[in-house]
């Protein structure tokens, strides 16, 4: 039993050495088009915020998407809030550790990003949040103090298209969507929703690169597809 305990550690502390090789390996800039290019305030293709090049940490957003639980009540029964494109009602008010979508000002172009909720202060009805791809040991973390109509919660559970088709995002539908291998969202629209509740919607970013307006679709799960308002300061 200590055996395979110390073996155990050994592989934890390996695992560890690798993912922060992985990490300075991120930090090098990317020179490829690899995000969609900015609305009409930018003309020119713009990069993501950080274009993950890391398979480990991507792999693991990937699984968050892929073990959310699907909502399988009957058709004629209303899926819970934060189920699919259900919102969360006008009252709830996200947990620490709750993964969200956030507006933040000193972020470049003022991108929505995918972080984490630190706390919620009650008294200012602000949500602290950090950065999801904060340093291992927190020194490099980003943290942002944002209202809450710049915090958008993430579905807990996916739409089931067999029972719950009709609640899906449908075509052309205006959605805010994460780009694939990015942690940050952009505007989109849906090109095709999931036929299946393994499927994911096929999702075309706008992108003033392509002469349409549009990328070609991409793949993009239900967790990480958010109707999209709008809340930039004017």
């Not at 055996?3 to 991120?26: H, P, R, V």
Request: charged fraction near 25%.
């Amino acid at each position: 039993m200590c055996e395979t305990q110390q073996e155990i550690e050994i592989i934890q502390k390996a695992l560890n050495k690798i993912s922060k090789m992985e990490n300075k390996t991120a930090a090098q800039p990317s020179t490829s088009h690899s995000g969609p290019a900015s609305s009409a305030r930018q003309t020119t293709t713009q990069q993501p915020r950080k274009t993950m090049r890391r398979g480990f940490f991507m792999t693991l957003l990937q699984q968050k998407a892929n073990q959310l639980p699907t909502w399988n009540g009957p058709k004629s029964e209303t899926p819970a809030a934060l189920t699919g494109t259900v919102p969360a009602d006008s009252n709830y008010i996200c947990t620490p550790g709750d993964d969200v979508a956030a507006l933040c000002d000193d972020v470049a172009d003022d991108n929505w990003i995918l972080a984490e909720v630190y706390l919620y202060n009650s008294n200012s009805n602000k949500y602290q949040v950090k950065d999801i791809e904060e340093d291992e040991s927190g020194e490099n973390s980003d943290k942002h103090t944002l209202s809450r109509r710049r915090v958008i919660p993430l579905p807990l559970r996916k739409l089931n298209p067999a029972t719950h088709g009709h609640l899906l995002f449908q075509p052309k539908h205006k959605v805010l969507a994460l780009y694939p291998q990015t942690t940050c969202f952009y505007p989109a629209t849906i090109h095709k929703p999931p036929e299946t509740e393994q499927d994911d919607y096929q999702v075309m970013f706008y992108d003033n690169y392509y002469a349409e307006g549009y990328a070609p679709p991409l793949p993009v799960p239900q967790r990480y597809v958010l109707d999209f308002k709008d809340k930039k300061r004017k």
